[in-house]
């Protein structure tokens, strides 16, 4: 009994091996027990040093997961992972690599703990070779007593050489996994051979385990961190541009116009800002022209950045609806800062709005203008008190004369009135939409002008009468620039500009009596051609005047009528026999051809008395 007592003080004590040999060789000099006695009692010693050794390890195990649960940096995280595997395993070396999938898969190392050179940090190791490869392409443990020699694993050059700079021999690499997913891999050391126990790779394991977590946690942490920067970024923009938006708005809905609201941008904006309409309003130079083709193909919703020379150009579309207005540019020398582009781009809506209410005003006061010069000019009132307040109330000098040039709209009504507005018209001109047509009221001495006008340009054709006052005679002057610009028309003179005393022998024959002998003519010569076009369907006069106007040629003349050269022989044949085939000699074509001219100038003037 008192020898088991003392084989159980020794492992108490945690005696040293002498000591279990010193007492067992006593015992055995008395008798009392042999050699395995103290065999066995050095392996309890042996197995319970192991027990110790293996709880001591798990406690710092618990202690490591705790204190990484604690750190939310992950270049804290990984830091403190690598000091720890390099502490517990009592290896020379520890380190730790993540996965990365671009260009290649591959590891690189991210830190390290006992590093001799700094070629380990930042190495890039392809999985498709290295130890480190193995570990990751098949998620489990991997261990070799010597790195150099081992050929259990593909060798890679990049790997190698880092290898024989930290003198790397026993080598333990295991996988960094998490929900499944391998994210990298942590390594244990030694610049001298080791074989790994089991026990040793379960330690590392577990580390890697928590640490996995840990680098996950962190890695969500430092994306939580980075949302919310972003969101409280944000929060704090929309703020801006909602006071911003608020400010400007405002400013228009008190009554505030484009300059109101050039001036406003301007008392906050770090650099010069400009409005470049397209509709060509205000005076463009070189920088205006280079802001209106920089901004053309750009997107229609957001800010455009760009340079021009020197100067960094931050521009945005001013657009209500399909109705693009132009651009708001701001011009500076340095790079524009995130306030300079809300500025610009906040204040774009805003001034589409003011410019559609200022249009809205623009067009409301037109059309009155239009309404009352209509008036004017379309009745024959004697009230010369009416006409005088309702000439003042259009806008008319009651002490000028004026020229009345009626405009064919033949582009449209809208069309053709903005593109005469770009004219250089005298002061004092007014202009009117009147029964479809554009009438312009020129003050009397500037005449020339308008014939200068339209021979620099190609505009439509123009009827020109007066100069005429604001009274009752101005009616009567209104219809004769109508009549003048429908014989023009109805003459083919597209594109001319004339007054009735330049039609020349034109202006007698349609006059009244003019044109009713016209009509005389026109059935005295073709009655009988209307007559059969009405029975058959057939459209002979079209036919008629087509072939006259192309020449008397007739392919020319099918092609300008759609039908096949056999129909219009047909046509032809149906005319010969109905007006006689003199009709083709130049001298009666040239009368026909005349006749129909004049014939639609009189139904042109009849329709509109």
């Known amino acids: 009994m008192k020898e088991d007592v003392g084989w159980l003080e020794l492992l108490v004590r945690d005696a040293p091996a002498e000591e279990f040999t010193a007492l067992g060789a006593e015992l055995s000099a008395r008798g009392r027990s042999g050699p395995e006695a103290t065999a066995t009692a050095l392996q309890l010693k042996s197995l319970l040093q192991q027990r110790g050794q293996r709880a001591g390890e798990l406690r710092a195990l618990n202690d490591i997961a705790g204190r990484l649960s604690t750190l939310h940096d992950p270049g804290e995280v990984l830091a403190a992972i690598v000091e720890q595997a390099r502490r517990l395993l009592r290896v020379d070396l520890a380190y730790l690599g993540l996965s990365e999938q671009e260009p290649e898969p591959a590891m690189r190392v991210a830190v390290a703990s006992g590093a001799l050179t700094t070629e380990l940090i930042g190495l890039r190791v392809p999985q498709s070779a290295s130890l480190a490869g193995d570990v990751i392409r098949n998620a489990s443990p991997r261990w070799v007593s010597d790195y150099r020699t081992s050929a259990v694993f593909r060798h890679d050059e990049t790997a190698d050489a880092a290898a024989v700079s930290e003198n790397m021999r026993g080598l333990l690499g295991v996988p960094l996994e998490v929900r499944g997913r391998v994210i990298g891999a942590l390594f244990a050391c030694k610049r001298s051979e080791r074989h790994f126990t089991t026990d040793e790779v379960a330690l590392l394991s577990g580390l890697a385990a928590h640490a996995a977590v840990a680098i996950d946690n962190a890695r969500g942490l430092e994306r939580l961190a980075a949302a919310r920067d972003e969101l409280a970024g944000r929060t704090a923009e929309l703020e801006r541009t909602v006071a911003w938006n608020q400010r400007l708005t405002q400013l228009v809905l008190r009554g505030g116009g484009v300059d109101d609201l050039l001036t406003e941008i301007a008392s906050v904006a770090a650099a010069p800002v400009r409005l470049v309409r397209h509709d060509g309003g205000g005076a463009r ?75 809205a005003v623009a067009e409301a006061g037109r059309y009155a203008r239009d309404s009352l010069l209509a008036e004017l000019l379309t009745t024959s009132s004697t009230d010369t008190a009416g006409r005088r307040q309702l000439a003042r109330r ?167 009528l759609g039908i096949h050269v056999n129909t219009l022989y047909q046509r032809l044949t149906v005319l010969d026999r109905l007006i006689g085939d003199r009709w083709r000699e130049p001298e009666q074509a040239l009368e026909l051809q005349l006749l129909l001219r004049l014939r639609h100038a009189v139904t042109a003037f009849d329709a509109n008395p």
């Open 394 to 560: 259009a806008g008319l000098d009651l002490t000028a004369r004026y020229f009345i040039v009626v405009v064919d709209p033949e582009d449209g009504l809208s069309a053709t009135r903005q593109r005469l507005q770009r004219l250089s018209w005298p002061s004092g001109t007014a202009m009117a939409g009147c029964r479809g047509q554009l009438v312009v009221l020129v003050p009397a001495g500037q005449g020339d002008v308008v014939h200068h006008l339209w021979q620099s340009r190609q505009l439509p054709t123009a009827g020109l009468a007066g100069p005429t006052s604001p009274g009752p005679e101005i009616a009567e002057c209104y219809r004769e620039a109508v009549e003048t610009m429908e014989a023009l028309t109805a003459l083919g003179l597209t594109g001319a500009v004339r007054t009735a005393d330049q039609l020349g022998l034109f202006r007698v024959l349609l006059n009244h009596a003019g044109r009713r002998q016209i009509e005389a003519a026109f059935e005295r010569a073709l009655a009988r051609v209307r007559a059969e076009e009405d029975t058959r369907g057939v459209p002979l006069l079209e036919t008629l005047e087509c072939f006259l106007a192309e020449g008397r040629r007739p392919r020319p003349a099918a092609r300008a």
């Open 285 to 359: 130079d070189v920088l205006d022209h280079a802001i209106a083709t920089a901004a053309a193909d750009g997107p229609a919703d957001e800010p455009i950045h760009t340079t021009l020379d020197d100067r960094h150009l931050v521009m945005r579309r001013v657009m209500a609806g399909h109705r693009d207005f132009g651009v708001l540019a701001m011009t500076s020398p340095v790079e524009p800062s995130p306030e300079d582009v809300l500025v610009v781009d906040q204040a774009a809506p805003v001034m589409a709005l003011a410019l559609v209410a200022e249009d």
